[in-house]
């Protein structure tokens, strides 16, 4: 059975106005190649003009002889080997190359390509193909060869997986060619049963589609899910088969009238741009028709705009915003802000009177490559960049490793067992949409959906994120288990402590691999140390000081504090003068009194919230002002978050300031943030500024104030 027999994402013979969705390189339109005639030495056979004609288009400089002497190998070597389908063998690796030419693999890519089964399935070894193709082809074929070894399902050996994965991961063509070898399996896959269609089809949704996104290739992500889709929802596939179907014989196309529209405008603006209508795949109709219920025309497909330079886009955005109604909250900018798989693009959308809307993409010609082909697009990485790509990936510093790929690299060097790796990788995998936080600084963190700020900290510092007390989004303090929205600005607040360290709750706010990670390897090195502690005794997790028991210090009795007469000069002979408890004044504060039951005259600080309510009460003011003592009991509240160590340290930060605690409340800590009320004596009210700025400077202190108890 042919491959385009067995390809059940293609939606049938559909002719006439059904040919305008056939926008971009249709990568279906070789299932299975030509069968093959007798190869020669002097020229290139024919089986393979196919490839020729694709790879020519993106590099017409190519040298084609080692395309030849390659499927010359591939071919002799495969001879009499057939494939379930009934084709001769050498028809996988053919189709496997044309997939990767036509996304603009470069040549080595291809000539590996070709090769990729032979070590595996036939008698040609790993130094043959290292003799005859160089070093270089060799390691590719070997990545590809271990890849085949692994089994990605559920019951997947982690041990395997990490060193197969880890292969492929240090030459990124190697993934390139594994994916295209997954897409050309599932066009064929309907010779095999339903129930091994089914086992595939779950494991190239799970694993293989997911890398696809990471690694930008598009073009391959899209019709995977499209031929899962088939497999595993027959039904729901059909019915939105029906509807590409019977939306292409319309007689009319709302799209194809707003895209002149766009046309238009663009000429009339003389901005030179191409604008196609780019079809939306299967699964991404499904989903519109889920999300909206009723289908529009224009639903089917979205506006594409190509220009030559980043400028253009800005250029082409406001012009359509100008003269066309743009559904503002469409607009995306992911040309400022990229995609963590190299992704650029400006998304907007325009409204006609009708209700029609249509979404439109503006990109340049380079940024489409990208899009569509990811990683592929990017070349050899090992040879010297041209100035086309050193524009376009100019912050790519590492060819090899890009974005996600390069910390999938990461995580498996501080993964403390393979079964953590592998199951966290699982957990990032299934991760599907992504935000982007800003740094104070002006740089930008990659997250996915629902990460937390303890997310953010290990991912702008790796471990040093240990000594992460907390963070300020939008300016605001916020705990670590805080969940960030795109868009957010993220300060994380770091401690100065070397003995910092994680708690074992943040495992529970961990969303992305670099936190979890780092995390289980601490907890796993330290395992008596705070990460042990589960904080099922609120006290157990209060700040101590060293040598003494965690039970938090008790609240005095007397929290407003009687001073002595002679502090304060009071009009009325014979009063008892006491300092609100509410305010705590002290020299050189501007006061007020007022007399209460017993002959008693309260000072307050005249900014005091019950100065008002009093005088609004009917209560009488009664002048009061400092006398010439400068010694002063003050009341302070001090908000931290929870550290090892910590009220050692600010007991000692007062001390050299001179103050004398009277008395101390360490109130039990909420979600890793602790209260501290101290009332202290100090010999002059002018250190207490000096004081207060020495305990704001004491690590994991976020907040130091004067008491404003308004029930005291």
């Known amino acids: 059975m042919s491959a385009e027999a067995t390809n059940p994402a293609t939606p049938g013979p559909v002719t006439g106005p059904a040919a305008r969705w056939r926008a971009r390189i249709d990568l279906r339109r070789l299932g299975r190649a030509a069968l093959l005639g007798p190869a020669t030495r002097d020229r290139l056979p024919s089986a393979i003009s196919h490839v020729v004609d694709a790879h020519r288009a993106h590099y017409p400089g190519a040298d084609l002889e080692i395309l030849r002497r390659a499927y010359v190998l591939a071919e002799s070597s495969h001879r009499g080997q057939m494939r379930k389908s009934g084709e001769p063998y050498i028809t996988h690796p053919l189709a496997v190359t044309l ?120 073009a391959l992500k899209t019709e995977l899910e499209d031929l899962v889709f088939a497999i595993l929802h027959p039904e729901e596939y059909e019915h939105t088969r029906e509807l590409i179907v019977d939306n292409a014989s319309r007689p009319d196309d709302p799209l194809a009238d707003i895209a002149d529209e766009v046309r238009t405008v663009l000429r009339d603006a003389d901005i030179p741009a191409e604008v196609v209508i780019r079809p939306r795949h299967f699964v991404s109709v499904h989903r519109v028709a889920r999300k909206r219920g009723q289908l529009r025309g224009s639903d089917f497909g979205r506006l594409l705009v190509l220009v030559n330079e980043d400028a253009d886009c800005y250029g082409v955005l406001g012009e359509l915003h100008t003269c066309m109604t743009p559904v503002v909250s469409e607009f995306k900018d992911f040309i400022a802000v990229p995609k963590f798989n190299l992704y650029q693009s400006l998304h907007t959308a325009v409204a006609r009177a009708d209700g029609q809307v249509a979404e439109v993409l503006i990109r340049t010609h380079q940024m489409h490559k990208v899009a569509e ?64 936080v800003f740094r104070p600084d002006g740089g930008t963190l990659g997250l996915p959906e ?24 939008n300016g605001r303090l916020a705990t670590l288990s805080t969940v960030l929205r795109d868009g957010d600005t993220v300060q994380l607040l770091m401690g100065q402590d070397p003995a910092s360290e994680p708690s074992r709750e943040w495992l529970e706010h961990a969303h992305t691999p670099a936190a979890r ?109 400092w006398g010439d003592t400068t010694e002063c009991r003050v009341t302070l509240l001090a908000e931290s978050f929870v550290r090892p160590h910590l009220l050692a340290d600010l007991t000692e930060a007062m001390a050299l300031e001179g103050a004398e605690i009277v008395s101390a409340t360490v109130e039990p800590p909420t979600q890793q943030r602790v209260r501290h009320t101290y009332t202290l004596q100090l010999p002059d009210a002018a250190h207490l500024p000096a004081l207060m700025r020495a305990m704001r400077n004491v690590p994991g202190v976020y907040d130091v104030s004067r008491a404003q108890t308004p029930g005291a």
């Open 450 to 473: 629902g990460a937390t700020c303890v997310d953010a900290a290990y991912a702008q510092y790796g471990e040093d994120a240990h000594a992460c007390i907390g963070a300020r989004v």
């Open 517 to 625: 990670i780092a995390i289980q390897r601490w907890l796993a090195a330290h395992p008596t140390q705070g990460g042990e502690r589960e904080g099922a005794e609120a006290q157990e997790d209060s700040p101590t000081i060293e040598g003494q028991t965690s039970t938090p210090l008790r609240p005095s009795a007397e929290m407003s504090t009687t001073r002595p007469a002679n502090d304060v000069i009071v009009d009325q002979p014979g009063a008892t003068v006491r300092l609100a408890g509410c305010c705590t004044p002290v020299p050189p504060d501007e006061v007020t009194g007022f007399a209460v039951r017993g002959g008693v005259v309260t000072v307050h600080r005249v900014e005091c919230a019950a100065v008002e309510r009093m005088k609004s009460g009917g209560r009488a003011e009664v002048d009061v002002r």
């Open 99 to 218: 997939i990767l030419a036509e996304l603009g693999a470069e040549t080595t890519t291809l000539t590996a390509s070709l090769l990729h089964d032979t070590v595996e399935d036939t008698d040609v070894t790993l130094d043959q193909v290292g003799e005859e193709f160089g070093a270089e082809v060799s390691y590719l074929v070997d990545g590809v060869t271990k890849l085949e070894k692994v089994d990605y399902g559920a019951a997947a050996e982690p041990e395997t997986f990490r060193k197969m994965l880890v292969a492929s991961g240090r030459d990124v063509r190697v993934m390139s060619i594994k994916l295209a070898d997954r897409l050309h399996n599932m066009r064929t896959l309907g010779v095999m049963r339903p129930e091994k269609q089914a086992r595939i089809a779950k494991v190239t949704r799970d694993v293989l589609i997911p890398l696809a996104e990471r690694l930008g290739v598009q």
């Open 373 to 436: 082909a990811g990683v592929i697009a990017l070349g050899n990485p090992y040879a010297p960049p041209s100035e086309e790509q050193s524009a376009a990936d100019g912050e790519r510093v590492d060819p090899t490793r890009p974005g996600w790929l390069s910390r999938l690299l990461d995580w498996q060097e501080a993964a403390p067992d393979p079964d953590t790796f592998w199951s966290t990788l699982r957990e990032d995998l299934a991760q599907d949409r992504e935000i982007t």
